[in-house]
T-cell receptor, first 110, second 117 residues
Framework: AQSVAQPEDQVNVAEGNPLTVKCTYS??????LFWYVQYPNRGLQFLLK??????LVKGSYGFEAEFNKSQTSFHLKKPSALVSDSALYFC????????FGSGTRLQVQP | NAGVMQNPRHLVRRRGQEARLRCSPV?????VYWYRQLPEEGLKFMVY????????ESGMPKERFSAEFPKEGPSILRIQQVVRGDSAAYFC???????????????FGDGTRLSIL
């Protein structure tokens, strides 16, 4: 069965610094990988996806993610964090039913 | 271009009552997914439906829970005889095509927060 792991419950970063939110996966076959962001009392907003192609995927709001097959990772990155990026981030895998990680709370300090 | 609409946003029920959660997908989307989120946890898949058909209900509890997506109208997630453990946020998502034939992401609604007294 597939699984998605987000090893960090919380990531703290200063505004303007680069950020990384980690995600590893375990699936049979080629993965379909997604990052979503959730703001308080809201649904999930799609950030980016990896299905095939370039290992570096660019998405919304300046976020990008790097697919690494050998390390089975799909870490989310942004070169310069904003306070408004503070939210809950979820990594997910799946073609139909998505399997989600447990989420990582990103806190960007002014 | 309305997104996925869920109602009600908040629902309070007493133990033993029934809860009905509604989801209107993005216009033109015929694939609907339901997920449950417990406090401070990720989302867990419950059920995947196409118009009038349940495709995958592997995440649905065996009892008290049911879902439908009729030809006309919203998708409904129904919980009978609710218990305290049903308290959670329930999210609906929709997609134009199945993820097996399309790489389009699922679009999520803002959820229904169900509280059981």
């Amino acid at each position: 069965a597939q699984s998605v792991a987000q090893p960090e419950d919380q990531v703290n970063v200063a505004e303007g610094n680069p950020l990384t939110v980690k995600c590893t996966y375990s699936v049979s076959g080629n993965p379909y990988l997604f990052w979503y962001v959730q703001y308080p009392n809201r649904g999930l907003q799609f950030l980016l996806k990896y299905i095939t192609g370039d290992n570096l995927v660019k998405g919304s709001y300046g976020f990008e993610a790097e697919f690494n097959k050998s390390q089975t990772s799909f870490h989310l990155k942004k070169p310069s964090a904003l306070v408004s990026d503070s939210a809950l981030y979820f990594c997910a895998e799946g073609r139909r039913a998505l399997t989600f990680g447990s989420g990582t709370r990103l806190q960007v300090q002014p | 271009n309305a997104g996925v609409m869920q109602n009600p946003r908040h629902l309070v029920r007493r133990r033993g009552q029934e809860a009905r959660l509604r989801c209107s997908p993005v216009k033109g989307h015929s694939h609907v997914y339901w997920y449950r989120q417990l406090p401070e946890e990720g989302l867990k898949f419950m059920v995947y439906l196409q118009k009038e058909n349940i495709i995958d209900e592997s995440g649905m509890p065996k009892e008290r829970f049911s879902a439908e997506f009729p030809k006309e109208g919203p998708s409904i997630l129904r919980i009978q005889q609710v218990v305290r453990g049903d308290s959670a946020a329930y999210f609906c998502a929709s997609s134009l095509l199945s993820g097996e034939v399309s790489n389009q992401p699922q679009h999520f609604g803002d959820g229904t927060r169900l509280s059981i007294l």
